[in-house]
């Protein structure tokens, strides 16, 4: 180990967090200092992050990478043209690491690279925010929790509707009691996907890291047709990937509850087959002291829809019942429908009778500009990384009972673990490949 340098052990083996543990914190800025960033994941939530914070008087985008080359001119250009400068371009992010005057990186990768990345980052002193979901999985999760608190970082999660003012008020208003008791509350995640292509394995394309890709996840032979939101290698699946927003918000709608006790779920792929294998349609009940959350989840409904641009930033409603991404939270004396990323809220007295409305704009800017607050300030986000892992982590138990035959699971919040299905545990983290291995100790 000790012929290595610091560069090459990290380009060599990622299971040892002593090394990194030992580096600096971010330099020290002052009130009127540009944050520098780094950005790991050039899609298109990646870029989109990219540009938002290029475009930012008070930051500069430093790096740009991504395994793939092909992802970077579209990338590089809407990042020069927002703050006029060019930045670097990588394929492996862990060399913008070694840069001290990086002070945040954006991980808007797979899902299996969130916990990875962003632990290597919280070890460098980076600060992070990470897209949604936070990890792949239970244990994941709670890595990057204990990373985040040991290394002192800001972790930001990608929930931006949490910042949304719209939504504090709806919280505001249920937690005055103007619902009564609130005993259930519905999520729904329903929609059209397209089936995946079944296609034969192939190379690897030019200018493409497959095996940094890959990472600590499996290598598969490539295959030009695989989506990876749609295979448990690399992803929590396509609903849990998207309807976390709304289970989120459920949460804070009522408080921010914490772990359910148990969690019921039906899950199989009905429609969407043809090289998946994670399900097309999940129906879910999430067991809590005193409230029950379900969850109605399909990639197969056309006619439900996501709530359209023009709406979420405008004084207009969602079609409720046919709006894809809505919540209902029911109480004892009223109703509320609640739409995610703008579609606003309207609620209704115990005789069905419209009430309260509230319309709402998306929280991208203010969620960006409360990272960037807590940057300087060290203060904990609004999504912080432990609120990003409660509200996954039901996603991650209904996705375990689908894969033990959709038993119902009882789960202990103290050793995050189940105490009725032993079979169940072993779906708690995931098998890492040599020199790309979480540790025990971040």
């Given amino acids: ?79 020069e ?7 670097k371009m990588l394929q ?30 919280c070890q460098a002193g980076k600060d992070v925010f990470v897209e949604k979901p936070l990890a792949h999985n239970i244990w994941e999760g709670r890595k990057m929790v204990e990373a985040a608190r040991k290394h002192q970082r800001v972790v930001q999660v990608g929930m931006q509707s949490r910042s949304a003012p719209y939504v504090q008020k709806a919280r505001d208003y ?7 008791e609130v005993y259930l509350v519905r999520v729904y995640n329903m929609m059209q996907h397209p089936k995946q292509a079944d296609t ?13 890709w890959c990472g600590p996840a499996p290598k598969r032979p490539y295959n030009p047709s695989r989506q990876w939101l ?27 509850i914490p772990y359910p006790k148990a969690v019921s779920q039906t899950g199989a792929i009905r429609v969407l087959r043809g090289g998946r294998d994670m399900p097309d349609t999940q129906m879910a009940l999430f067991e809590y002291d005193n409230l029950t959350i379900t969850l109605d989840a399909t990639l197969w409904t056309p006619y439900m829809k996501k709530i359209p641009a023009g709406i979420r930033d405008s ?66 986000a609004t999504s ?10 039901p996603f991650h138990i209904a996705n375990i009972s689908y894969r033990v035959g959709n038993q119902r699971l009882e789960f202990d919040g103290a050793t995050e673990s189940f105490t009725n299905c032993d079979e169940a545990n072993q779906y708690l983290k995931r098998q890492y490949r040599p020199g790309w291995t979480i540790p025990e100790n971040v």
């Fill in 230 to 256: 749609n295979q448990w290698d690399y992803s929590c699946g396509p609903i849990a990937g998207d309807a976390v927003h709304q289970f989120d918000l459920a949460r804070f709608l009522t408080g921010d």
């Fill in 81 to 87: 043209e927002a703050q006029d400068r060019p930045p």
């Fill in 315 to 380: 004084d207009q409603f969602p079609n409720w019942p046919f709006c894809a991404t809505k919540v209902e939270v029911l109480g004892t004396e009223g109703f509320m429908y609640f739409g995610r990323h703008g579609g606003g809220w309207q609620a209704y007295d115990r005789d069905g009778e419209l009430v309260h409305s509230e319309y709402g704009r998306q929280g991208d800017k203010e969620h960006q500009d409360n990272f960037v607050e807590c940057v300087r300030s060290r203060k904990r």
């Fill in 174 to 180: 249920i937690l005055a009691g103007k619902l009564g």
């Fill in 200 to 212: 034969p394995d192939g190379p690897v394309p030019d200018g493409f890291d497959y095996e940094l």
């Fill in 1 to 79: 180990m000790d012929t290595l340098n610091r560069r090459a052990f990290l380009r060599s083996s990622l299971g040892v967090a002593g090394t990194l543990a030992l580096w600096p914190p971010a330099r020290a800025r002052g009130a009127n200092d540009k944050i520098v960033v780094g950005v790991m994941g050039l899609g298109g939530r990646g870029t989109y992050l990219a540009e938002k914070f290029a475009e930012r008087s008070d930051a500069e985008v430093a790096y740009l990478c991504d395994p793939n080359t092909r992802r970077f001119a579209r990338a590089r250009e809407a990042v």
């Fill in 384 to 393: 912080d990384v432990e609120i990003g892992h409660l509200s996954v982590l």
């Fill in 92 to 121: 492996d992010f862990r060399k913008m690491l070694d840069d001290k005057s990086v002070d945040v990186i954006i991980n808007a990768t797979p899902d299996h690279w969130h916990a990875l990345g962003s632990i290597l980052a």
